[in-house]
Nanobody, 126 residues
Framework: QVQLVESGGGSVQAGGSLRLSCAAS????????MGWFRQAPRKEREGVAH???????SYADSVKGRFTISKDNAKNTLYLQMSSLKPEDTAMYYC????????????????????WGQGTQVTVSS
């Protein structure tokens, strides 16, 4: 059974930094897409960044140049380094993964992700 557990959220002031971590069990990070998503109150869940099995990455325009996604296959851990945080980055952040059998769907769609963590809250104050 796949389990994804996020950590590292918290409250920071605008301009600050946080690093989110996502530890996986029952899943091999190198085998498919992994991503970070976020959902603010009264808004739809949106993709923040994802990394494919070949290491290629993609970012939402709103976080390009500020956020960096990375993974440590040996530790089965996914990271999201967030810098220059803005109040509009405030949201619940989720780690997610696509089952290798569904890798053909690609990494870009929220609906393609089979496995989700419970989320970690990030709050950025002005």
């Amino acid at each position: 059974q796949v389990q994804l557990v996020e950590s590292g959220g918290g409250s920071v002031q605008a301009g600050g930094s946080l690093r989110l971590s996502c530890a996986a069990s029952g899943y091999t990070y190198s085998s498919s897409c992994m991503g970070w998503f976020r959902q603010a109150p009264r808004k739809e869940r949106e993709g923040v960044a994802h990394v494919d099995s070949d290491g290629s990455t993609s970012y939402a325009d709103s976080v390009k140049g500020r956020f960096t996604i990375s993974k440590d296959n040996a530790k089965n851990t996914l990271y999201l380094q967030m810098s220059s945080l803005k109040p509009e980055d405030t949201a619940m952040y989720y780690c997610a993964a696509i089952d290798p059998a569904d890798h053909w769907l690609g990494c870009g769609r929220v609906s393609a992700y089979n496995y989700w963590g419970q989320g970690t809250q990030v709050t950025v104050s002005s």
